[in-house]
């Protein structure tokens, strides 16, 4: 079963408009979500976090909201850049399983065109 | 970068073959993860260690087997490699362990034909 999905495949949107990356989470114990950005051939990233005491964390044009009591996390991107098309995965950690190890999301590709 | 990285980069090797990459860190990081990245699967833990000799299943360690015996290597070997262990494999490192930001190396593109 998967506990970090991220339902949208992909997701489209024009230069200077905002991008909202959803991802949903199904263990009520994690305490710890994090997104990360990954361009082809390389490996992934980190972007931004947030803990589950917070309900936003802001890092320039990247904003990440949590939403606990729907088990609901979003990442904006405002404004959006060419730049800023890769694939973005939502990871979480807590709770029980596999130690200390980030359980990531599928990911959703981001196409941000000119 | 960020002083991890993986070899051999790309390997293309045949079905029952044994195959080991390899996991190098100058971090002196406690905490090393391999994840395997599939289409429509995202990234998946195969196996974790959170010292030397000190290592963990994940959530796909079938047919995998990992070693740790220096803090700064993390080698991951498929015993027996199969067409479905084709995928591209990355390392990560932590010294947070919980939570906190990996840094992952630039990965392994593995071809079992």
């Known amino acids: 079963d998967q506990q970090v999905k991220q339902n949208s495949p992909s997701l489209s949107v024009q230069e200077g408009r905002i991008s909202i990356l959803n991802c949903d989470y199904t263990?009520?114990?994690?305490?710890?979500f994090l997104w990360y950005k990954k361009y082809p051939a390389e490996g992934p990233t980190f972007l931004i976090s947030?803990?589950?005491?917070?309900d936003k964390n802001e890092d320039g044009r990247f904003t990440v909201f949590l939403n606990k009591s729907a088990k609901h996390l979003s990442l904006h991107i405002v404004p959006s850049q060419p730049g800023d098309s890769a694939v973005y995965f939502c990871?979480?950690?807590?709770?029980?399983?596999?130690?200390?190890?980030?359980?990531f999301g599928k990911g959703t590709t981001l196409s941000v065109s000119s | 970068d960020a002083g991890i990285t993986q070899s051999p980069r790309h390997k293309v090797t045949e079905t029952g073959t044994p195959v080991t990459l390899r996991c190098h860190q100058t971090?002196?990081?406690?905490?090393m993860y391999w994840y395997r990245q599939d289409p429509g699967h995202g990234l998946r833990l195969i196996h974790y260690?959170?010292?030397?000799?000190?290592?963990d299943k994940g959530e796909v360690s079938d047919g995998y087997s990992v070693s740790r015996s220096k803090t700064e290597d993390f080698l991951l070997t498929l015993e027996s490699a199969t067409s479905s262990q084709t995928s591209v494999y990355f390392c990560?490192?932590?010294?947070?362990?919980?939570?906190?930001?990996?840094?992952f190396g630039s990965g392994t593109r593995l071809t079992v034909v």
């Open positions: 990871a979480a950690s807590g709770g029980n399983q596999a130690g200390t190890a980030l359980i």
């Open positions: 260690s959170y010292g030397v000799k000190d290592t």
């Open positions: 263990n009520s114990m994690f305490d710890y």
């Open positions: 990560a490192i932590s010294d947070r362990g919980r939570g906190g930001g990996y840094t």
């Open positions: 971090e002196n990081h406690r905490y």
């Open positions: 947030i803990s589950s005491i917070k």
